[in-house]
């Protein structure tokens, strides 16, 4: 239930950033590290449903939602209630060392989601990066291999090992000297750039024989590798889907050999596309499922979940101290009890609302090159010519503050695109109301073409 001073739609009273705004990005330039990289000056006070509000109490409709973190909206109040009730009754214990019934309880939830349910176990860690890295050791330990196949284009995360497998923009890797060694990135299926004019279906068997009659006969024997690691939509790279039997071959391949299957689900994943996980679509059973940001609504916490024979390792093997705090544990249980109530569905009927609407772009407007995506995960990239499909990563950077100047918070992806990722309690009248400021926005970004 909103307030009366709460909205569902956007609401601007000020120019942006206002002037409490302002201040708190003066604040934040005195202390914070320059590494940060905030697109445009939006600064969040509350936040609740689809919306945040800034200090100066202008109100913004939230298509980012923390980088695709809070599915079930800002502070949805059965969420508050679990972690309040959490916090007053134990807040941390270090499941590294002591029992607490809540981690196999999120445990048992997980698994739930799983193709065979009893075959797979879980470690908790507390952010994506840490459930990468987790994967990569877990996929050596089981298979005494060490090379490691990913993808360009992919994000994995941010941490050595993770940043090792990411190969999404130069930036994030240059001045940190030599990464994680044995790891080889091959192409991904991208079908809008797809050099041999395949189609969103077929894009991509060239790529399972370059990795089939290259790679494994000329860089790694098959044998030596331990894992491919894949995102069935990539989110960082501009939220570009795998055609499904890319993602059946990448599993005949990694069963043919050995391989551990590792499928990151941290941006995809959690309902976001209408099922449990993108890889549901294919309908093909991981070896290793990553999980973290749309989980439990904003509180930190990722999950490893592997199949029990490669969850094989012994203890102090792996550890936290943190992973699997209780009271991201009970946000995490309201969290996905919200989405499989529900939420999950919307996703998918909100989705299809969505793109019913939308696929036309590319013929409504000259810089739209592509629209692509599944449930509320939805990306559009600009280009300066369709024929040409020259990436405008401009015309992207002024769509987005077009959109923000009327209250929308969208965030970029990949060199050119903008990726739509709301919570999933959005309903048709906001998702108009994107919709709307989405081909204003646009509109106004071709007029100074
Ligand atoms: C697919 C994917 N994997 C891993 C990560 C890393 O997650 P975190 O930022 O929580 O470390 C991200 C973050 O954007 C991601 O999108």
Not at 219 to 241: D, M, N, S
Not at 385 to 412: C, M, P, S, Y
């Amino acid at each position: 239930m909103i307030t009366t001073s709460e909205t569902k739609l956007p609401r601007i009273s000020t120019a942006l950033p206002g002037p409490k705004s302002q201040l708190v990005i003066d604040y934040d330039k005195k202390y914070m590290s320059p590494s940060y990289m905030r697109d445009y000056p939006f600064v969040a006070e509350r936040g609740y449903g689809a919306i945040v509000e800034d200090p100066d109490g202008n109100a913004f409709l939230d298509f980012a939602a923390g980088i695709a973190v809070c599915s079930t909206g800002h502070c949805h109040p059965k969420v508050v209630e679990a972690i309040q009730k959490q916090a007053a009754e134990l807040i941390h214990i270090a499941g590294n060392d002591f029992y607490h019934r809540h981690m196999p309880q999120l445990a048992e939830q997980l698994v739930k989601t799983m193709p065979k349910p009893q075959d797979y176990r879980v470690f908790f860690g507390n952010s994506g990066t840490e459930a990468v890295e987790g994967a990569i050791k877990l996929a050596r330990y089981a298979t005494r291999r060490d090379k490691l196949i990913a993808f360009y284009g992919c994000f994995h995360g941010r941490t050595l090992g993770s940043l090792s497998l990411t190969a999404s923009k130069n930036t994030q890797r240059k001045g940190f000297g030599t990464l994680l060694g044995g790891v080889e990135h091959i192409p991904y299926p991208y079908a809008y750039r797809c050099a041999l004019g395949h189609t969103k279906e077929t894009c991509g068997g060239e790529i399972i024989e370059f990795l089939e009659q290259q790679i494994f006969k000329r860089l790694f024997a098959p044998e030596e590798v331990a894992a491919i690691i894949v995102e069935p939509i990539q989110g960082e790279g501009g939220f570009i889907p795998a055609p499904l039997f890319f993602l059946q071959e990448l599993q005949r391949i990694c069963n043919r050999h050995g391989i551990v299957l590792i499928v990151d689900e941290v941006q995809a994943g959690m309902g976001r596309t209408g099922k449990w996980w993108a890889y549901d679509h294919a309908g093909i059973t991981p070896d290793i499922v990553l999980t973290a940001k749309g989980i439990a609504s904003g509180m930190p916490i990722s999950a490893f979940i592997a199949k029990e024979s490669i969850m094989q390792w012994k203890p102090g093997a792996h550890g936290t101290t943190y992973g699997g705090n209780p009271v991201c544990i009970a946000s995490a249980l309201a969290t996905m009890e919200l989405i499989e109530g529900g939420l999950m569905a919307n996703a998918r009927k909100i989705g299809d609302y969505v793109f019913g609407k939308i696929n036309d772009w590319p013929q409504r407007f000259k810089i739209v090159g592509d629209v692509r995506g599944k449930g509320l995960m939805i990306g559009v990239e600009f280009v300066r010519d369709q024929k040409t499909k020259e990436k405008a990563a401009d015309l992207r950077d002024r769509v987005i503050d077009n959109a923000f100047h009327r209250g929308l918070l969208t965030l970029g992806s990949g060199e050119n695109s903008i990726r739509l990722s709301p919570p999933l309690i959005i309903d048709e009248e906001q998702a108009d109301c994107a919709i709307r400021i989405m081909e204003e926005s646009i509109r106004e970004a071709e007029k100074n073409l």
